[in-house]
């Protein structure tokens, strides 16, 4: 029932707003609003146990295991939220003086610090929003670059077939055509095929390493050699950079510039679907375009970088500076990591994603790459139960729901067919990662013996599969009233 | 090991499956002279009690000061049940909803979401949210350019009366798709466009941009400038802030056939003032448009026992789908600070937020009205204003507010930097949460520190 069909006319929350109604006697009538808007009138209790109830038909990392490939789902630490809505961090006007601002400044320049540690890079920048913000201004310093250079020659961009949509999409966006690259068959970049592709119309490469396939790409060096010498410039995805936190950083494997996804590894909320954050880093020649405002420290004071102090900027991407409480959250669970267990994120996800790859093995799934070690995420392929037994990996994700396991990411990456992208994560205990290989091996059984059955999972959710045809043909986004 | 299970016990349980003798054999793959040792420019490891206290004494300095600044950001009552609701756990460790029946929670709720935001615009359709108001206004100008077919032009008509700050982000946005941005400046008298001075033939044209209320806080006359860029074939971009919408005209209303794209900052509704983020964008359009709409859209529809449900849909407008086609690279939306914005539209209902609205406007009439009255302040536009207005004080104005500052007040934002004619000119706001003594408090301090300078009324 929605919120709308449990409102009465008349029903209001007093203590909610101001009691008073003051005249609006000096704006025309004709600027007015003439007829009230449709908002629910709910008492408070009313909206207290709607919302309440709606949460509880949620799957959620404080509820469930949440193997999502390319995700990475693992616990967010409780002390990040509390500590980041402390009054004085929610009072802080975006404008307010900086004078008024030092006790938050002073985690931002500490935030991007470690960030340039962790990265290799020369520099960091937290505005951008989300990843796919980061991806944006990172190839608008890239076009920045070349521009500044005088060379406009550069209208191509590389992307590997197996790279997340955000890629081509960033690309396009920055004015770039889009080529791939295809993978070879153990999972790495096919070299050769960059070679023949690479040369003076190429602006740079987008790679994200560990890929998306959840391996390792070996020849990153050659790759950063072959593109560094046709003038071209490395992007560094990081939406895998779980995997490899404190081991190696893509400043030394020599990427130019790199956009953190701080929602995956510093373990700020997905909350159902943002607010991330995607601040980027970059090499010494990039410096120049980051996004503004950055932090600076003088010894004394923090203060705010502006167009003024980076003529050469790329600009602004929002308002204000960002999504300023999700940075807070980052920087509280990195102090909360220190050095020492920033290591450990990539050792025990590392450690959890081949424990569970080897499980499924010897249970007889088939893994993508079979020959590879697993990073922090690895592939199951499911296209021999598709053909044998007629139930394919939706049908799998879908049961999985009613065992109380979230699905891994299914059918993405695009080029192995009936695919499971599994990421355990680092705060998984062995009894959940057994478990959920266990039920995974259950639904096949189940597949084999009533393969009707499983296709018609879910069934202890709060709905069954939904018409998504319909949903999409028949357009019903907005209530209205009978 | 913090957030970490594993006991001695159990790593070595696991490596012996694996079959290798130490979680190091399991980097292999990565080149060694690619390694990396130690991260020095991280502290070492604190506790939560520790993080807690230098948290604590950061959040402190920052000081809570009196807030008459607005500027894109309002200081706003937030319902206790608002937060306390989104930060269940459900709801904010739960990813993007795209395992549907898994997610039915933060599906309805979007739904409900974009059946308020269509409602407050008077617009047909919503999306589930954008970034933030600034970054809204980008995608809409691109959708707009995507979706105008009357018009092949990637022209764009922009206010300098749009916030400074959202026209640097779509420059930066839209940087480099070919799109040009045109600014159209205001009358110096009333504060907004003078649709009297616009051209007869303005040429070809993708779109027009009307804030409303504009930076100035001044109203625009929304129904001639919207006409006017209807009769030239431009589509019309609205750019509005939510809780004036309980009082002023909608979006949708505008003119004779409304506008076509209304976006702004979710802000004002729930979302706490926190440094400028996380904030959310909205943007509402015609249902002709809705297929160049930008970001995640939810749709209804039944289950196959004809149950009614929720989904992600339009879905083919995305880049994991469309990937180099897609009408944004966006994948995320602000589904947290929507879960806060919707429970707190539902709390406060339509007359709740007309009386947060008549507030703020009553508010802001009377600190401008004191303030003016002072010896050295001027009002200096005259057209009516929602809750936001602009004054010159006839003192150098960094002094003032340094000043000002320095009593733990926030006194508005200068405009100097942004706008050169407007020396020494500040922009005030009162919301629903400055009481009267507060007002007084500030006009006690303006009082006192102006006569300590040379002011010439």
Known sequence: MLIFEKSKQGRTNPSQAPRSRPEMTDIPASLQRKKRALLPETSEMQTVRHYTRLSQQNFSIDTNFYPLGSC???YNPRASNSLSMLPGFLARHPLGPDSMGQGYMACMYELQEMLKDVTGMKAVSLTPAAGAQGELAGMAMIRAYHDAQGDDQRTEVLVPDAAHGTNP???????????EIPTDAEGDVDLEALKEVVGPQTAGLMLTNPSTLGVFERRIDDIARVVHEAGGLLYYDGANLNAILGKVRPGDMGFDVIHMNLHKTFSTPHGGGGPGAGPVGVSERLEPFLPVPMVAFDGDNYSWLTEKDKPQTIGRLSAFSGNAGVLLRAYIYARLLGREGMVRVSEYSTLNANYMMTLCQQKGFDLAYPGRRATHEFIVTLKRQTKDLGVNTMDFAKRLLDYGFHAPTTYFPLLVPECLLIEPTETEDMETLDAFVDVLKKIEEEAVENAEYVKGAPYTQPVRRLDDVRAARELDLVWEKE | MPFIPHTEKEVQQMLATIGVSSIEELFDEIPASLRNESLQGVPTQATEMEVRRIMHARAAEDGQPLCFLGAGAYDHHIPASVWELTT???????YTPYQAEASQGTLQLLYEYQTMMANLNALDVSNASLYDGASALA????????????????????PRTVHPNYRKTVDAIIGKQGITIELIDYDRNSGCIDPETLPADPGDLAAVVIPQPNFFGVLEDVDTLSDWAHQHKALVIAVVNPIALAVLKPPGEWGTDGADIACGEGQPLGIPLSSGGPYYGFMCCKQALVRQMPGRIIGRTVDLEGKPGFTLTLQAREQHIRRSKATSNICTNQGLMITATTIHMALLGAEGLENVALNCHANTQQLVQKLADLQGVDTVFDNPVFHESVLRISAPLDEIMQALHAQNLLP????????PELENCLLVCATEMRTDEDIDTYVGHMQRILGKHDTVK
């Open chain 2, 139 to 158: 995608e809409a100008v691109l959708m707009a350019v995507r979706a105008n077919r009357k018009s092949k032009s990637k022209r764009i008509l922009m």
């Open chain 1, 72 to 74: 990475t789902m693992k």
């Open chain 2, 88 to 94: 269940r756990g459900e709801f904010y460790t739960a």
């Open chain 2, 412 to 419: 508005g934002y200068a405009l100097q930097d942004e706008y």
């Open chain 1, 169 to 179: 999409a960033t690309a396009v966006m920055c004015g770039y055509k889009v080529r």
